[in-house]
């Protein structure tokens, strides 16, 4: 087990991992593993996905990375009907308020906004109370983006915009997601 021994010594900063590319999650994941292996304590918190995803196995093994609940299954949103789009912009609302809950009480020192970004974009995730946490977040929490189409204000706001580009994907040859690779 790490232990956390004191607060970062440093400002936190914002990070946005966005574009069409393959890979945001896994660079955000990443980043929260380096500072968990430095005793940070990491919350993270998945818009527009359900539990069917390999690294919630694994980061079950760390003490210092919280995983937030999310809904048991999640049809993705081009096949949501406008009741469960309203549905889970509810739902996503009372994440957001949770994390924001969680780092105030729980001395996080990172929180990572798994496709927040996205979950902006398709009207699931209020893009200016995000923009008001990022601008009054404390002082030592770096904070953590992922996703396509981030808002323009959160790009303003970001310290670190890293845009994730496609070149070539599998899918394109109709080869499907596979469990331990897409999720």
Request: net charge negative; glycine share 8%.
């Amino acid at each position: 087990m790490i232990e956390k021994t004191a607060p970062p010594p440093f400002e936190g900063l914002v990070h946005i991992y966005c574009g069409n590319g393959k890979g945001k999650t896994s660079a955000a994941l990443g980043l929260g593993l380096r500072a968990c292996g430095r005793g940070f304590r990491v919350l993270l918190v998945r818009f527009l996905k359900d539990e069917h995803s390999g690294e919630l196995n694994a980061l079950k093994e760390f003490d210092c990375f919280t995983v937030l609940k999310t809904p048991k299954t999640l049809p993705f949103t081009w096949k949501m009907s406008e009741k469960e789009k309203a549905d889970y912009a509810s739902y996503a609302k009372g994440m957001f308020e949770d994390a924001l809950f969680a780092v105030e009480n729980n001395g996080y020192d990172m929180l990572i906004l798994d496709e927040a970004c996205a979950a902006a974009a398709y009207g699931m995730l209020d893009k200016n109370a995000v923009t008001t946490f990022l601008k009054t977040r404390p002082s030592s929490l770096e904070v953590v983006l992922t996703g396509r189409n981030p808002p323009e204000e959160w790009v303003e706001l970001a310290d670190y915009v890293s845009q994730i580009q496609c070149i070539k994907h599998p899918f394109e040859q109709g080869i499907r997601e596979r469990a331990g690779i897409e999720y």
